[in-house]
Nanobody, 118 residues
């Protein structure tokens, strides 16, 4: 089982980034995946995702309208397009199975750092 997020970096407020995540391993369904983030001193939180067999999208209120979740079923990859970035979006971003309770997930792969700063 491997989860590898990439695409982070340093961006100015108002800028954009596109994160990618390759998910391998039979337990991960590309139709039930989420993006999470963890800022320093804060708990990991669900940011966006897809569930219900790939029919329903979720976006946290703080990112709704700015972030877009997508997936490539053939490549077993998920993406997070992040626009209009704000300093409060600064965090390490991870992908994993979709859940409203990220604290219940035991396995986390490599995250990618997103820093929004002028």
């Amino acid at each position: 089982v491997q989860l590898q997020a990439s695409g982070g970096g340093l961006v100015q407020p108002g800028g954009s980034l596109r994160l990618s995540c390759a998910a391998s391993g039979s337990i991960f369904s590309i139709n039930h995946m989420g993006w999470y983030r963890q800022a320093p001193g804060k708990q990991r939180e669900l940011v966006a995702g897809i569930f219900s067999g790939g029919t329903t999208y979720y976006y946290a209120e703080s990112v709704r309208g700015r972030f877009t979740f997508s997936r490539d079923i053939a490549k077993n990859m998920v993406f997070l397009q992040m626009n209009s970035l704000k300093p409060e979006d600064t965090a390490v971003y991870y992908c994993n199975q979709f859940t409203y309770s990220p604290g219940t997930l035991l396995h986390w792969g490599q995250g990618t750092q997103v820093t929004v700063s002028s």
